[in-house]
């Protein structure tokens, strides 16, 4: 609720600063010849992405297995919240970037009075860099390659839906597995579509597509015991990233 | 067409000093502006005002249009039709020389959630390649001014 309204709030200061960034005469007596775009060479980026949308292909070990064990399918589809800085010399672009799951959704299963929840958590974080590949009067297409961590967390709980004495909180209701975690280095290649910054401080829109692939295959892990029998899996991940960008140019 | 024909080999000295001094007099009694869009599709409905009046509402891309003005100061203005809370108002200034003709280039920026149209001053020469091969429209302002 609080990033709701930060960005609702971010939202109406924009369209209070655009009704009055108006006033100066632009004497066109000068030939001008381009828009200042031209001019910049040098740019210093913010991105926020409240809408990064990502279809995992990968995890199939650990998936199928608490499909097959707990009947619980795991969703495929995840939303991701990011923020990002980058930097542009000419037509390349280095970023930084890192993104988690502000709306964790549990996939719950009940069975009678039993009920099992699994909480699906994801974070990452990449480092890429990027040439325009093509320049249009607009816009850049930038193609896009880096190296990044890719974290997943798996937390299973089971209990009864029978009614509960809270005079016995201590001794509770239910079982809880160990908290599972995958973390796996990852490549990134993808394409980006930006806009030319037309002025000092432009706030624009970036579209970016991308493919996220495991660099090995490591073995699912626990910080609350060790795992025995402990199997690996593989991140592929199809990403469609849409950000707002606060760009400064030099 | 035969008695153009025949003045032309009659008095040809005095047909062409006549056309040419026609020529002079109009070119001399106003001044050409040269509004055009290379390429992309107007999203927003921003009109482009010549002192306060809205001239052109539209711009499909590869148009120009050839605004006949009266010499002196002219205001122009790029503004919003709708949602102008979100289209930014650009204010102009171009100082018009009777015979000359000015080449301007309008371009869209988006923004999130702030779309701008830009007139950039082009030289003739690389106005007159630019609009060699677009559509043209010619809006006349001399009488309206």
Sequence with gaps: ??????????????????????????????????????????????????????????????????????????????????????????????????????????????????????????????????????????????????????????????????????????????????????????????????????????????????????????????????LFNSISDRISMVYLRMSLVISRQY | MLGFLITLLLFPSDFVFSNEKLIRQNQEEYASIVIYVKSGRQLAVIDILFDDVPVISTLPKNTYFLIKHRPGKVSLKTKGRMWRNLIEERDYSLTLEAGNTYYLEAKMEYQVLMTSLHLVRKSSQVGAKETNNMRGEIIDLTKSN
């Excluded at chain 1, 609720?1 to 600063?17: G, K, Q, T, W």
């Excluded at chain 1, 959704?105 to 039993?114: D, M, Q």
């Excluded at chain 1, 890719?150 to 001794?171: A, C, P, W």
Aim: aromatic fraction near 12%; charge should be negative.
């Design chain 1, 1 to 226: 609720m609080i990033r709701l309204l930060i960005i609702s709030d971010l939202i109406l200061l924009m369209v209070l600063i655009s009704s009055i960034a108006c006033g100066q005469v632009i004497d066109l007596d000068e030939e001008q010849e381009s828009l200042t775009q031209d001019k910049f060479e040098k740019s210093t980026m913010y991105y926020i992405s409240p809408g990064d949308f990502g279809y995992q292909l990968g995890l199939r070990n650990m998936y199928n297995l608490i499909e097959s064990s707990l009947e619980i399918e795991p969703n495929d589809f995840s939303r991701f919240v990011g923020f990002g800085m980058g930097l542009k010399r000419k037509a390349m672009y280095y970023n930084f970037y890192a993104a988690f799951q502000p709306f964790t959704s549990p996939i719950v299963k009940t069975s009678g009075t039993l009920r099992t929840v699994a909480d699906f958590s994801t974070v990452f974080a990449e480092i890429t860099a990027g040439r325009a590949i093509i320049s249009t009067d607009r816009h850049n297409v930038v193609l896009k390659g880096g190296l990044g961590l890719f974290g997943n967390e798996i937390q299973v709980r089971r209990f009864t839906t029978d009614s509960f004495d809270l005079n016995r909180i201590g001794i509770g209701q239910g079982t809880a597995w160990p908290l599972l975690e995958h973390y796996s280095g990852t490549y990134d290649i993808a394409l980006e579509l930006i806009p030319h910054p037309v002025r000092t401080l432009a706030v624009m829109a970036s579209f970016q597509l991308g493919y996220k692939g495991s660099i090995g295959s490591p073995n699912w892990m626990s910080p609350d015991a060790f």
